[in-house]
């Protein structure tokens, strides 16, 4: 799954490239990737519309058109949007191409079947994703205080990974940067919410908003070197694998304790994280 530092690099990289830009024609070339709408009606829709801005609404990406329609790209774990010239070769993986009057194209890449694309008026966003008004709190988008983050914790008897990766509390965490954040914070995965010293809140607090903020700095994480994983819009991997201190290092010696870095399964998922440092 893409998490929110890929979204949000993927929304900001959109924002700069397309805002502002005419829709000239559109292609599908898969018409499974398309959800509640018919292939000619987003054809017609989307054809001379003008996209207005790129916003983000949890792992959603939003794309504001000056006919009152949102096109809402929701990238699942393989979906990507690349920037292209028309006179590149599109591969086999691409459902749909975009072309620009100006600039060239948008094309949505899919190799693992997991993205959708829909058209919706601005009014019935919420209608259509009744899910988005029970998020929770966006670390890239809103100040929060490590005050009220503590509030949050103690509201709840829960595990600390359950915590931080429950959409409804905060918003785009996964496996990957709840793992890190957790070993910044020198926390462990299964310790109880109600259990943390004020101390520890801070820690944890601290963690979360750095490394969301320097993940998106860098362009968030490619785990998969292969391509079909995540990759900006111009197609270039994540520089923030590079940082990652415990995920994919299993065996690996500890860069704070010299311990052991462990993977163990929580939850049915893998986790990471250095038993001899985290408490």
Known sequence: MLELPEIETIRRDLEREVSGKRIKTVEVLVPKVLSGVTKKAFVERLEGAKIDGVSRRGLLVVARLDTGDLLVADLGGSGQLLRAQAKEPVDKATAVVITFTQSGQLRVRDAGGTASLELVAADDLLTAHAELAALGLDPVDE??????????????????????????????????????????????????SQSLSTQEIRRLYRALVEILHDAVKYGGTSLDGSGDGYVNVHGKLGDYGEHLQVVGREKDACRRCRGVVAKVRFGNHPTFLCPSCQV
């Open 143 to 192: 100040p929060l205080s490590w005050t009220s983050f503590g509030q949050l914790l103690y509201q709840r008897s829960v595990k600390l990974k359950t915590f931080l990766t429950d959409p409804t509390v905060i918003v785009g965490l996964g496996d990957t940067y709840a793992d890190e954040i957790l070993f910044s914070a020198g926390l462990r995965h299964d310790r109880d």
